[in-house]
């Protein structure tokens, strides 16, 4: 693996750097920032509120890069978009708004446009940031002479890569055809490491391709609790579907000390043992899997429980306790998924209780997912943890949910595998 960190004393003033980020927030993020918030930068590591941490840990690497003077092309997803097999090539992405149904896909486009984040981008650098277009994109060659001739340290970013076909096809030709914007490669989007898109895997076949200052921090830390993590290592596995989480259960059955379960993961446990679970979440087919590891002593399940309307939404006060007693001793432990139906304040507290315990503990922590890492957050931030005491409890907040728990699972994850290449 090359790290960028690596190139810290070069002069990168001839390099054009692709780099991959990962500006898939919510659209609630995207609004607090356009109405003119500014992210408070903390000790913690991005444990703030209202930051949205991809975006707060991807400022270190596009520094890096201007202070030594390199271009940046920010390349990066965001959302869903549904007109991805409409628009066959980049270059026609931008073709005529003649019929109704091409005013569709641009509506959709300017949804999901990355273009608000040259303005969030120019606040948090403090620079101009320009934004190129599909259509831009389209002009490639001119595209191309724009960056050259701009000046050292100049940062654009391109419009949603998912709005072109060739993106999530991990198509070589459209990969090409980005590659031929810059002289260098950057990976700093663990969360996107596993899947094979064009920007994350078939591009580093055409450039010398290094992995970003996030990424590093991911794969050091994910890599010390994967190997020779200091015992007991303590796993906390919830969210809703034990078919997502299975992969790193199974890896660290053998590893770990415990394997606390909670969520609608525990429901599927519960119906294993033949258990009524009323209406609660709950994955039929997975019954099988779950019955063999039943059978591991390591597995425990909570003792009570929060119901409403016969559905099981949290683990109870008892489970909770007795989780944070384990995790109290615990010397690594790993999180991802929550307990209960966190959407609902009442059945967060089992979830919450779980951060708490993690905060206070004097575990090497690791935290991911979604849901998890924004309950981490708010009771970190509700604590008013000074950076000092923050630091001390090492949690490390994984910016991957599904690409950590693939890395967890042991999975080799494509985007990773191929930062070596030239
Ligand atoms: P993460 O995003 O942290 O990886 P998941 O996506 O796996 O977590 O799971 C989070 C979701 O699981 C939340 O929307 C939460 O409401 C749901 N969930 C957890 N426990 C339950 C439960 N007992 N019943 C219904 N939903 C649950
Ligand atoms: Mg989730």
């Known amino acids: 693996m090359k790290y960028l960190s690596s190139l810290k004393d070069k002069n990168l003033s001839k390099q054009i750097c692709l780099l991959r980020l990962d500006f898939n927030i919510t659209n609630a993020d995207l609004r607090g920032y356009q109405r003119g918030f500014i992210p408070r930068i903390n000790l913690c590591g991005g444990l703030t509120r209202k930051t949205p941490l991809r975006l707060q840990s991807v400022l270190p690497t596009i520094k890096f890069l201007i202070e030594r003077g390199a271009k940046v092309m920010i390349l990066s997803h965001r959302g869903r978009p549904k007109i991805k097999s409409k628009i066959p090539a980049c ?7 003649k019929n109704q149904k091409s005013k569709i896909q641009f509506k959709i486009q300017n949804d999901l446009s990355l273009k608000p984040f040259v303005k969030i981008l120019s606040k948090l650098l403090k620079k101009p940031i320009h934004f190129i277009t599909l259509k831009e994109l389209g002009l490639i060659n001119k595209t191309r002479e724009k960056i050259k001739n701009s000046p050292a340290g100049s940062v654009f970013v391109l419009e949603n890569l ?31 490491s596993h899947r094979k ?57 053998k590893r770990a000390n415990y394997i606390l379960i909670g969520g609608g993961i525990a429901n599927t446990f519960f119906a294993a043992q ?25 597995i425990i399940l909570p003792i009570d429980l929060a119901i409403k309307k016969r559905k099981i939404l949290d683990i109870g006060l008892e489970t909770a306790k007795k989780y944070a007693e384990i995790i109290e001793k615990a010397k690594t432990i790993i999180w991802n998924g929550p307990m209960g139906y966190i959407e609902d304040k009442r059945f967060a507290k089992g979830t919450e209780a779980i951060a708490q315990a993690i905060i206070k503990s004097q575990a090497f922590s690791i935290v991911g997912g979604g849901e998890t890492t924004s309950i981490m957050s708010k009771v970190a931030f509700a604590k008013q943890i000074p950076g000092g005491s923050c630091q001390k409890s090492k949690v490390f907040i994984s910016s991957g949910g599904g690409a950590m728990l693939e890395y967890l699972a042991g999975k080799k994850l494509p985007g990773l595998k191929t930062l070596n290449n030239i």
């Open 91 to 97: 270059a026609k992405a931008s073709a005529g708004r």
């Open 274 to 298: 033949k258990l009524s679970i009323g209406k609660s979440l709950y994955e039929k087919e997975m019954i099988p899997t779950v019955k063999k590891l039943l059978k591991s002593r390591k």
């Open 162 to 192: 998912r709005l072109m076909a060739g993106e999530e096809k991990n198509n070589k030709k459209f990969a090409k055809q980005l590659a031929s914007l810059g002289n260098l490669y950057i990976n700093d989007a663990f969360s996107v």
């Open 197 to 253: 898109n064009a920007s994350v895997v078939a591009i580093t076949e055409f450039l010398s391709s290094y992995a970003g200052l996030l990424l590093e921090e991911e794969i050091k830390n994910l890599s010390r609790a994967m190997k020779n993590p200091k015992k007991p290592l303590v796993i906390i596995v919830g969210g809703a579907k034990i078919s997502d989480k299975i992969g790193a259960i199974k890896n660290f059955l």
